[in-house]
């Protein structure tokens, strides 16, 4: 019953900036968690960054922390993942996903019930 509906990719030069968006229906979004996962061309989905339902906790893979920011917007339905200085390895498809449950790993893919369609960043050297 919750849709998730993703926006906002691209391609960017290396050290450059974009901004996804990820809008909810069809649920109580602001009970979630948020989850961004990304998977690149032959590789494993991979976690990326998680937002809890009131922003008061967010958490980010090792391998983005410091470059990418998650937030998210209640009233709109939406959770944002910002990233900044971005690297050729990041590129992917990226997934925004909803946790309704509240499953205890918030790094693992498979505690997530709803994903969002993907959309493609491609970053050039």
């Known amino acids: 019953q919750v849709q998730l509906v993703q926006s906002g990719g691209g391609l960017v030069q290396a050290g450059g900036s974009l901004r996804l968006s990820c809008v909810a229906s069809?649920?109580?979004?602001?009970?979630?968690?948020m989850g961004w996962f990304r998977q690149g061309p032959g590789k494993k989905n991979e976690f990326v960054a998680a937002i809890d339902w009131s922003s008061s906790s967010t958490n980010y893979a090792d391998s983005v922390k410091g470059r990418f920011t998650v937030s998210r917007d209640n009233a709109k339905n939406t959770v944002y993942l910002q990233m900044y200085y971005l690297r050729p390895e990041d590129t992917a498809v990226y997934y925004c996903?909803?946790?309704?449950?509240?499953?205890?790993?918030?790094?693992?893919?498979?505690?997530?019930?709803?994903w969002g369609q993907g959309t493609q960043v491609t970053v050039s050297s």
């Open positions: 069809g649920g109580t979004f602001s009970t979630y968690r």
């Open positions: 996903a909803a946790d309704t449950a509240y499953h205890g790993d918030y790094w693992d893919s498979d505690d997530y019930d709803y």
